[in-house]
């Protein structure tokens, strides 16, 4: 196939007011499938219209790297121990995980944490890090493999979602204080962001989530997921699991605010390839 594809005025115009709209790739390309284009035309149309490279667009249109098995109910094999199923969704792949954590892990991980707190930062549009309004909570990365507790972690994780570990980013740790919250986002990174191709470079799209709650909140402070009316309390030592490919609505999900007390959760991110 020729890497330029004929594109009708039409198009190109229709493409350009969709995407201004604040339409993602990944949107625009399920509207061109309802349409009736061919997924490979349109990938290669939306490339050159918004002039962004077709590896981008490719990386984040379908299922090209690994992805991690769902935990099945109602006991999940995770390496060292079996975790508890406690609820399934089949759209997005979600499953709530209890005892993934014993108390003794959670304490560990918040002294870990604790001292290198700092105010919590999400990935800019060029690829760095940022201060984020949308995220008010404090927190801190492990590097892989960091603390034999923090390589334990990754090596259940790795196992009760059959990924290998180096598919994960180094745990992330983050603390919300009263007001504190995540305002709804969804964890994939959206092939339109112009730092697509440098927020994937290094193994590719994100596919999964595991959120672990290391404290129980006295009021609030759970994860709300708004496209499917669920709210998953935070316990600590259980977890919420979910999974995604970009563009998936349904994956949308807040850290809610803690209205009383505090929360600690730890964070694990699973790339589609090898991330280190
Ligand atoms: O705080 C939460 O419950 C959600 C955290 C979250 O969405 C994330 O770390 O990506
Ligand atoms: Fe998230």
Same mark, same amino acid.
């Given at each position: 196939?020729?890497?330029?594809?004929?594109?009708?005025?039409?198009?190109?115009? @229709?493409?350009?007011?969709?995407?201004?709209?604040?339409?993602?790739? =990944?949107?625009?390309?399920?509207?061109?499938?309802?349409? #009736?284009?061919?997924?490979?035309?349109?990938?290669?149309?939306?490339?050159?219209?918004?002039?962004?490279?077709?590896?981008?667009?490719?990386? #984040?249109?379908?299922?090209?790297?690994?992805?991690?098995?769902?935990?099945?109910?109602?006991?999940?094999?995770? #390496?060292?121990?079996?975790?508890?199923?406690?609820?399934?969704?089949?759209?997005?792949?979600?499953?709530?995980?209890?005892?993934?954590?014993?108390?003794?892990?959670?304490?560990?991980?918040?002294?870990?944490?604790? =001292?290198?707190?700092?105010?919590?930062?999400?990935?800019?549009?060029?690829?760095?890090?940022?201060?984020?309004?949308?995220?008010?909570?404090?927190?801190?990365?492990?590097?892989?493999?960091?603390?034999?507790?923090?390589?334990?972690?990754?090596?259940?994780?790795?196992?009760?979602?059959?990924?290998?570990?180096?598919?994960?980013?180094?745990?992330?740790?983050?603390?919300?204080?009263?007001?504190?919250?995540?305002?709804?986002?969804?964890? @994939?990174?959206?092939?339109?962001?112009?730092?697509?191709?440098?927020?994937?470079?290094?193994?590719?799209?994100?596919?999964?989530?595991?959120?672990?709650?290391?404290?129980?909140?006295?009021?609030?402070?759970?994860?709300?997921?708004?496209?499917?009316?669920?709210?998953?309390?935070?316990?600590?030592?259980?977890?919420?699991?979910?999974?995604?490919?970009?563009?998936?609505?349904?994956?949308?999900?807040? #850290?809610?605010?803690?209205?009383?007390?505090?929360? @600690?959760?730890?964070?694990? @991110?699973?790339?589609?390839?090898?991330?280190?």
């Amino acid at each position: 196939m020729s890497s330029r594809a004929t594109i009708t005025p039409e198009l190109r115009e @229709w493409i350009l007011a969709t995407t201004r709209a604040g339409h993602g790739v =990944p949107e625009v390309l399920k509207l061109m499938k309802d349409a #009736g284009y061919p997924p490979a035309q349109s990938r290669v149309a939306l490339a050159q219209v918004l002039k962004i490279p077709l590896s981008a667009i490719s990386a #984040g249109a379908g299922p090209a790297g690994r992805r991690p098995r769902h935990p099945q109910a109602p006991l999940a094999e995770a #390496g060292d121990r079996r975790v508890r199923v406690a609820l399934g969704v089949d759209a997005p792949p979600l499953r709530v995980l209890d005892g993934l954590l014993d108390a003794g892990e959670c304490a560990e991980l918040i002294a870990l944490a604790r =001292p290198r707190l700092a105010r919590a930062r999400t990935v800019a549009e060029d690829g760095r890090q940022q201060v984020d309004e949308r995220r008010t909570s404090a927190g801190m990365f492990f590097a892989p493999g960091e603390t034999p507790l923090v390589a334990r972690i990754e090596r259940r994780i790795a196992a009760l979602l059959d990924m290998p570990a180096d598919h994960g980013e180094g745990l992330q740790v983050l603390h919300y204080l009263p007001g504190q919250e995540y305002e709804p986002h969804y964890d @994939w990174f959206d092939p339109a962001q112009p730092g697509f191709a440098a927020i994937t470079a290094k193994g590719g799209q994100r596919v999964a989530s595991v959120v672990m709650y290391l404290n129980t909140p006295e009021e609030g402070g759970g994860t709300g997921f708004p496209a499917l009316g669920l709210t998953v309390t935070a316990l600590a030592g259980s977890a919420v699991y979910f999974a995604y490919e970009a563009g998936d609505e349904a994956s949308l999900h807040a #850290g809610l605010p803690v209205t009383r007390g505090e929360k @600690w959760i730890a964070t694990k @991110w699973l790339r589609e390839r090898p991330f280190r």
